[in-house]
């Protein structure tokens, strides 16, 4: 006989537990660590003055922006060949910490052209690119949301997010050429070697960040996932004939 | 099953999907209605500067079937939605490619048919002139409705399904064809503005590595995106 | 008391369980039918018989349980399953803008069988005087019929027939029996969902009725219940 008041057995995913924390804290105070010493050691700009200091966040963002969706990607071929739940969980983890990095590279590229050409938005190839990525991914989880059943959900996100993935290089390929052809100047490239070392650790710090991000993210919905499992099994022991 | 079984199911597929079109009455015509009026509203935007207009054309030919196309390729689905056929659909035994293909065939006639009247009306309400190369510009425009044909019927598998279709669709879909609109639109004014085949040609070698590639992709995603 | 091995078994059907969010439809359904064996499926709206029945049609997955159709898995062999199945759904899943014809036209293309054998099927339903017209304007009963001729394409081994005399007049519902029988004859299995046993009372040879989720089988009232081990309560 089952007890009324019990409540259900919860079996707890495997995660990372106080080693991500741990990781956590690192990467931020890497991030930290490493913004102060790309501020502190490069000289200001020539043109734009100090204002090339928004490049140690916007350029570490946009690399990861282009980093996320072969992550989603990755996962997404996973999940169709493995089917495990887990791989879903991921790829849309990825999704999610993309979009946030996507729009973060977008708002500091219009924060550095405003002053820069005075105008808020520059149809460059790269920021374009990473704008319709951006539209690509709020697809991607538009669709997430608006399908309720979990194993339809899964299947369908794999597909649209694996034929999202293919389409960067052929986005940017394109835009690129758009660009080109109707020559308006792109975002300066950076190139002076004083700018390397900061881009350098900035990069490796961003990417701590979003790993962080993403397995943070992930092991949210593998908790979720379980104490929906919980309460189904729960709903099937209980009412009708008991069962030997 | 064997390749002629499949193409037979193909076959069959197209011709049940452009029948019930045809005999609906309803469909094609409404649907070619829109693209013109939004063609209309285009010139509305952007006119009444001859130039101007005749420079926005491109654009808005394709926008104008973009829009519409994404009523055409839900309502492919939604005969099979309707009365519970989709379950018959998949019960019949072999390939789920097959359904694909056919419904392939089926929205790529409707919507050449529909560029066809569009890319008409845009000539005259733009006053564009056609170019010399004009069957270059019909490859060009073949290969653009490929494309366009190839994504919105895999993504209107999934979105005419979900809540919210008529949102979702364009949403998945409008983001995707980017390369394929800037490619149309840019060989498109290479070719009217007389500069030949450097420029039209490398985004022509773009539209069909997009093709290619999509079409493959989108055959092999299928099976996993229409099973229930 | 000979237990039948899952290999001649039509349907074998272990805990069968399906929910719809968080509450479960069916809560592990067993079921077992021989080939020749007609079964009926009765409960009261909401009970689970159309999701059972589809479930063992492939359309949806069980969320827990296994069943083999004609020895295969529904989970892992669906096109072997489809293969041997003909399925009657409560909708007629027809196209409205085509024609009866067409519609059997379509159908014979799709299963890869001669199109010629078309116009004879639609006699035996009685839809050879509207061939010609769109299914838009056929009444329920008709269409109905016209999904019978539909399944008269397949020579199916099991029929899962969901609510079959539905909206049948008199006439529609000896077609329905004398098909179920003649497919029966020829060695098939039959498990028909029912709202009320009485079209189908001489041909059923037991009733599975399905409540809380669960299946209870009671013989019908002339046959032999000796032989028939199942049912999940209890045991």
């Known amino acids: ?244 | 099953m064997s390749l002629r079984h499949d193409w037979r199911r193909a076959r069959a597929i197209a011709w049940k999907d452009l029948t019930a079109e045809r005999r609906s009455k309803a469909g094609f015509n409404s649907v070619v209605a829109l693209a013109v009026t939004i063609l209309a509203m285009f010139g509305f935007a952007l006119g009444p500067d001859a130039q101007a207009i005749r420079d926005a054309a491109p654009g808005a030919i394709w926008l104008a079937v973009l829009f519409a196309g994404v009523l055409a390729f839900n309502r492919s689905y939604q005969v099979e939605l309707d009365g519970g056929a989709l379950e018959q659909l998949i019960l019949y035994p072999g390939g789920r490619r097959a359904i694909f293909a056919g419904k392939l065939l089926a929205n790529f006639a409707f919507v050449s048919l529909m560029l066809v009247i569009v890319i008409a009306v845009g000539i005259v309400l733009f006053q564009v002139t056609i170019p010399s190369a004009w069957p270059a510009l019909v490859g060009i425009v073949i290969c653009g409705a490929v494309g366009l044909v190839t994504l919105g019927t895999f993504y209107a598998a999934m979105a005419s399904r979900s809540r919210a279709r008529e949102v979702l669709l364009p949403l998945l879909l409008f983001p995707m064809l980017v390369p394929v609109l800037l490619a149309a639109i840019e060989a498109t004014k290479a070719l009217l503005g007389g500069n030949i085949m450097s420029d039209a040609g490398a985004w022509a070698r773009l539209l069909v590595a997009f093709d290619v590639v999509f079409l493959v992709a989108t055959f092999l995603a299928f099976e996993s995106v229409i099973e229930v | 008391m000979v237990i039948p091995t899952s290999s001649s078994l039509a349907i074998d059907a272990s805990d069968i369980a399906r929910r719809f969010g968080a509450s479960w439809v069916l809560r592990g359904v067993t079921l077992r039918l021989s080939p020749g064996e007609v079964v009926g499926v009765l409960g009261v709206n909401g009970s689970g018989k159309s999701t059972f029945l589809r479930i063992l049609a492939t359309l949806i997955k069980p969320h827990a349980g296994t069943a083999l159709v004609c020895g295969h898995d529904i989970a892992r062999e669906p096109e072997e399953v489809r293969a041997q199945i003909g399925y009657l759904a409560h909708t007629p899943g027809l196209y409205d803008d085509l024609t009866a014809r067409e519609n059997l036209i379509f159908a014979a293309a799709m299963l890869d069988r001669d199109e010629r054998g078309v116009d004879a099927i639609l006699e035996r339903v009685g839809l050879l005087a509207y061939a010609s017209q769109p299914v838009r304007g056929f009444s329920s009963g008709m269409q109905r019929r016209l999904a019978i001729g539909r399944l008269m394409l397949i020579r199916p081994k099991v029929l899962l027939l969901d609510e079959p005399y539905s909206n049948l007049d008199s006439g529609g519902l000896d077609l329905m029996n004398s098909l179920i029988s003649e497919w029966v004859d020829a060695g098939a299995a039959a498990l028909v969902v029912l709202h009320e046993l009485a079209p189908a009372a001489d041909l059923l040879d037991r009733t599975v009725t399905l409540q809380d989720g669960r299946a209870a089988t009671k013989p019908a009232m002339h046959s032999d219940p000796a032989g028939i081990p199942l049912a999940a309560s209890g045991r």
């Open chain 1, 1 to 244: 006989m089952t007890h009324a008041a019990q409540s259900p057995a919860v079996t707890l995913p495997r995660t990372w537990g106080n080693r991500l924390t741990i990781f956590g804290w690192f990467a931020f105070l890497f991030l930290i660590g490493s913004q102060v010493l790309a501020i502190a050691i490069s000289p200001p700009d020539r043109d734009m003055g100090d204002l090339q200091k928004i490049m140690y966040v916007h350029v570490p963002a946009a690399w990861m922006t282009m980093l996320a969706p072969l992550t989603v990607l990755v996962f997404a071929l996973r999940y169709l060949w493995r089917r495990r739940e887990e791989d879903d969980l991921l790829a849309a983890a990825a999704a999610e910490v993309a979009v946030a990095f996507a729009g973060l590279t977008l708002m500091l590229g219009m924060l550095w052209a405003r002053p820069t050409w005075g105008v808020w938005w520059t149809w460059d190839a790269r920021l374009t690119s990473t704008l319709v990525l951006f539209l690509i991914l709020c697809g991607y989880l538009a669709l997430r949301a608006l399908v309720d059943d979990r194993e339809q959900r899964a299947q369908w996100s794999a597909a649209v997010g694996i034929l999202g993935a293919i389409n960067v290089p052929i986005v940017y390929m394109s835009v690129r050429w758009w660009r080109t052809i109707h020559q308006i100047q792109s975002s300066p490239s950076t190139v002076d070697p004083a700018y390397v070392i900061g881009l350098r650790l900035n990069a490796f710090a961003f990417l701590f960040v979003m790993i962080y991000l993403i397995r943070r993210r992930y092991e949210a919905a593998l908790i979720e996932r379980a104490a929906e499992h919980a309460i189904e099994s729960a709903a099937l022991g209980k009412g009708g004939t008991d069962r030997g």
